[in-house]
């Protein structure tokens, strides 16, 4: 066991240094850059943050980490960058070893311990492990509770529990959907303790919501309910960020972030009878409610993979028991190779030039210069990895329309639309400062007219980032261009 847990560390830990490609925006403007602002006092808030759609739970907590560097002094833009990763790294190997003591308290030792070296061979978990995504909190939340969680029908529902399911929905509110059916599943199966049941989750349950309810409301300034604001949104208006046919979490979503663990999931529930049911119906009822959303992500279903793991580990208990152990090893290796090369690849390759060209930014920019990300909306990190409040930072604006106005366009699809005439405009009306340097990152291949204009008006590139061999947007190309002028006095 000591070995199994000093590997999954060193597996969280290499995956701070080996992950170094963006994934989605959230993981920095809905996380870091809203802690920073709130330990150093810059920072940008999306529009979510000005609707009330989040809970300041989640960026408090990685608030810790920052303000910890800020009183001791540590705090240069380097660490600023990499302690809350290393943060959240710990976090997912605390829900390794969470894992771990779940599955020993439903199976044994030894199906914890293939539960667990699937979680570490899963590409998907290596590759988001390190990255401060609200996401990992409530997974590492749904495998704490899942532990205190009655599995048999004898066992009492307890107030840890309670509160920590409490916690979860205020941090995420469509996990509502999650901790109702296992509580109402519970509660058919156990009659008598119904009514001592249903006290807890109110005695304890509701009074957690309404504390969360009132911190937001102290951070926002105003009574906010985000429970409500968010559940509103992202019911009726997260189309916005694109939408999806509602078969896409079973035909691409699952699949994808399962990979290679399909198949052992798959011979669980083919030769191993002893799962628990209630699980297997949590799941379907979380994807039917997710593919009746029209935004779908892979990470909106990323809670659901303790429990995918503790099935793919029965599925690998069931074969280390019919084969060869030197089999069983070959079968081991050759699954965790295929999971590495794709972690790899997708981690330390593939959209990694949006995060390079910010970092080498942090190190180089000084007060009274300014970087301009001419790039869609949020691709970049922003003051959580400048660290420098005196540089002027600016990028294109991409609230949605929640008012809603028929001639709305943002900030983004305007310049899309006339590039060289948005950066004209913006040029004369911006204020230069004596021997600044004025930075512009954008993508290199899809703005020909504009490169163009930059060159013209003095700018020079600076340094060539790669991107991404695949793309997933047309606004997107497979290099970046870092361009860099100079004024003088």
Not at 211 to 240: C, H, I, P, R
Request: glycine share 4%; charged share 15%.
């Amino acid at each position: 066991m000591r070995v199994l847990f000093v590997t999954a560390l060193l597996v969280r830990l290499a995956s701070v240094f080996v992950v170094q490609t963006s994934y989605v925006p959230d993981e920095t403007w809905q996380c870091t850059e809203v802690a920073h602002k709130l330990v150093f006092g810059s920072g940008h808030l999306t529009w979510e943050w000005q609707e009330g759609l989040r809970s300041y739970l989640h960026p408090l907590l990685f608030s810790l980490p920052l303000l910890v560097l800020k009183l001791l002094r540590f705090d240069s833009a380097a660490l600023v960058i990499l302690v809350p990763r290393l943060f959240q790294a710990l976090l997912c190997f605390a829900g390794d070893v969470l894992l771990y003591r779940l599955v020993v308290k439903l199976y044994g030792h030894s199906q914890a311990t293939y539960s667990v070296i699937m979680q570490l061979s899963s590409w998907y978990l290596f590759y988001v492990s390190p990255r401060p995504l609200v996401n990992n909190i409530e997974t590492l939340l749904i495998t704490a509770t899942l532990n205190l969680w009655p599995t048999r029908y004898n066992d009492k529902v307890t107030y840890p529990a309670v509160i920590l399911a409490a916690l979860s929905v205020a941090i995420r509110p469509t996990l509502v959907l999650f901790w109702v059916f296992l509580g109402v599943h519970y509660l058919i199966k156990c009659p008598e303790r119904r009514f001592s049941s249903i006290i807890k989750a109110f005695v304890i349950g509701l009074p957690t919501l309404v504390l969360t309810t009132l911190l937001d409301s102290y951070m926002y300034g105003k009574f906010t309910f985000v429970f409500q604001n968010f559940l509103k949104f992202n019911m009726a208006g997260s189309e916005v960020y694109g939408a999806h046919p509602w078969h896409w979490y079973l035909s691409q979503g699952i699949p994808a972030i399962l990979g290679t663990h399909s198949i052992f999931i798959a011979v669980a529930f083919i030769k191993e009878r002893d799962y628990p049911r209630q699980f297997l119906g949590v799941v379907l009822a979380t994807l039917f409610f997710f593919s009746t959303i029209s935004h779908k992500e892979f990470r909106f279903v990323q809670h659901l993979m303790p429990i995918c793991m503790v099935w793919a580990g029965l599925g690998l208990h069931w074969i280390s028991r019919h084969i060869e152990r030197s089999s069983l090893y070959t079968i081991i290796m050759l699954n965790a190779l295929v999971n590495i090369i794709v972690a790899f690849y997708i981690g330390f390759f593939h959209q990694r030039g949006t995060i390079s060209v910010v970092h080498d930014l942090s190190s180089s920019v000084k007060s009274g210069d300014s970087v301009v990300f001419l790039t869609p909306c949020h691709a970049t990190p922003y003051h959580s990895h400048i660290h420098n409040a005196e540089v002027d930072l600016r990028f294109l604006d991409c609230s949605p329309d929640l008012a809603g106005l028929e001639s709305y366009e943002h900030e983004e699809k305007q310049f899309y639309r006339d590039p060289q005439s948005w950066w004209k405009k913006f040029s004369g009306e911006k204020k230069r400062v004596a021997k600044s340097t004025e930075y512009v990152v954008a993508f290199e291949e899809n703005l020909p007219h504009l490169h163009k204009l930059l060159k013209d008006s003095g700018y020079k590139v600076d340094r060539k980032y790669f991107f991404a061999h695949l793309l997933v947007d047309d606004k997107l190309t497979s290099h970046l261009l870092l361009y860099k002028k100079t004024w003088g006095t």
